[in-house]
T-cell receptor, first 113, second 116 residues
Framework: AQSVSQHNHHVILSEAASLELGCNYSYGGTVNLFWYVQYPGQHLQLLLKYFSGDPLVKGIKGFEAEFIKSKFSFNLRKPSVQWSDTAEYFCAVGSGGYQKVTFGIGTKLQVIP | DAGITQSPRHKVTETGTPVTLRCHQTENHRYMYWYRQDPGHGLRLIHYSYGVKDTDKGEVSDGYSVSRSKTEDFLLTLESATSSQTSVYFC???????????????FGPGTRLTVT
């Protein structure tokens, strides 16, 4: 069975600081990788996804993620965070049938103005 | 945003009572999912559906059942609610295109359920 590990459960940054959230997965086959974001009081929405091709993926709101197959990692980055990036971020892995994905436990990001 | 609604949005119920949560989509997506979200656990899959009347268990299915009689509706039933089922429940859908690869899941607004 696949699993997803998010290393940082709670991150606090000042505005303009750079962000990197770690995500590692365990699955030996072909995977599809996602980052979702959940703003306070809202539902999850997709930030970015990787299916194949260029391992550096760009998403919405200036976020990007890099797939490193040898490290089973898909870390999320943003060069300069804003207060509006305060949210919970979930890494997810999809593999196998029925379009099922496995989510990590999430990382809460708090950006201080 | 995809047209996914959940009802009710909030519910308080007593231990031992049955509860049904409804997910309704207007996207004609084939796949539908029920998750629960709990602090420290992220999202965990309860049940999913890959077509009308086609459902299967997820990782935390004990105490829950589902039904899907129409493409647009996916019902989650707590057969006899317990305090451990106090959670936020999210429905999600996915189109699951035929060319392979994974498609993003679209989430509903969630239902906050409290079992007293």
């Amino acid at each position: 069975a696949q699993s997803v590990s998010q290393h940082n459960h709670h991150v606090i940054l000042s505005e303009a600081a750079s962000l990197e959230l770690g995500c590692n997965y365990s699955y030996g086959g072909t995977v599809n990788l996602f980052w979702y974001v959940q703003y306070p009081g809202q539902h999850l929405q997709l930030l970015l996804k990787y299916f194949s091709g260029d391992p550096l993926v760009k998403g919405i709101k200036g976020f990007e993620a890099e797939f490193i197959k040898s490290k089973f990692s898909f870390n999320l980055r943003k060069p300069s965070v804003q207060w509006s990036d305060t949210a919970e971020y979930f890494c997810a892995v999809g593999s196998g049938g029925y379009q099922k994905v496995t989510f990590g436990i999430g990382t809460k990001l708090q950006v201080i103005p | 945003d995809a047209g996914i609604t959940q009802s009710p949005r909030h519910k308080v119920t007593e231990t031992g009572t049955p509860v049904t949560l409804r997910c309704h989509q207007t996207e004609n997506h084939r796949y539908m999912y029920w998750y629960r979200q709990d602090p420290g656990h992220g999202l965990r899959l309860i049940h999913y559906s890959y077509g009308v009347k086609d459902t299967d268990k997820g990782e935390v299915s004990d105490g829950y059942s589902v039904s899907r009689s129409k493409t647009e509706d996916f019902l989650l039933t707590l057969e006899s609610a317990t305090s451990s089922q106090t959670s936020v429940y999210f429905c999600a859908t996915s189109s699951g295109g035929g060319t392979g690869g994974f498609y993003e899941q679209y989430f509903g607004p969630g239902t906050r359920l409290t079992v007293t």
